[in-house]
């Protein structure tokens, strides 16, 4: 008697077992969609660039604590989990504010870096435009990384060449490469 017990209590469990993972699997996916989080963060980025624009086009000072959210801005990139970022100089609870109103998202992660986009922009305007006479071949803006990578292929000559025309040497990352095809 009890080995018939102990066979349908297995099989019951069996059944449930299986009824539970059939249920489950029809289930919707209530996950977001990858794309359409990253639609999203496209959107709050377009209007964090909006607000950034407004207050570069009529110099208006914020609210919070007199900074300008135009003079702190240093870039944006959407993140592994689809999420926005925003890189400012500043990150004070009233930039943060700032930044998440404009977004209309309070999720939106906020990270503090070293150079304002206006900085890493005008580095890499002079360095595009010194490229004829100068030990470098290629010349690109990270803004996830928050530097001016310039592609030559030597390093030292590369270094010596900041140094000398009064860049910035930590505002610039130098990649030490052959100038092919494929590099431009």
Do not use: W
């Amino acid at each position: 008697m009890k080995k018939k017990i102990f066979a349908l209590t297995l099989c019951l469990a069996f059944i449930l077992t299986a009824l539970c993972v059939q249920f489950v699997s029809a289930l919707p996916d209530t996950r977001e969609p990858d794309v359409s989080r990253q639609s999203r963060s496209v959107d709050e980025y377009r209007k964090v660039l909006d607000a950034v624009n407004r207050e570069k086009e009529n110099s208006v000072q914020s609210d919070f604590l007199g900074e300008n959210l135009a003079d702190v801005y240093a870039g944006a990139y959407i993140n592994e989990d689809n999420l926005l970022v925003i890189n400012v100089t500043d990150a004070s609870d009233g930039i943060k504010e700032k930044i998440k109103s404009a977004s209309g998202n309070s999720d939106v992660i906020i990270n503090e870096v070293e150079f304002s986009s206006s900085e890493i922009d005008e580095t890499y305007e002079k360095l595009v435009g010194n490229m004829e006479n100068a030990p470098y071949f290629k010349v690109t803006v990270s803004e996830k990384d928050n530097t001016v990578y310039i592609t030559g292929e030597s390093a030292e000559k590369c270094n010596r060449y900041i140094l000398e025309n009064g860049y910035n040497p930590e505002i610039i990352t130098i990649i030490e490469g052959q100038n092919t095809v494929e590099d431009c």
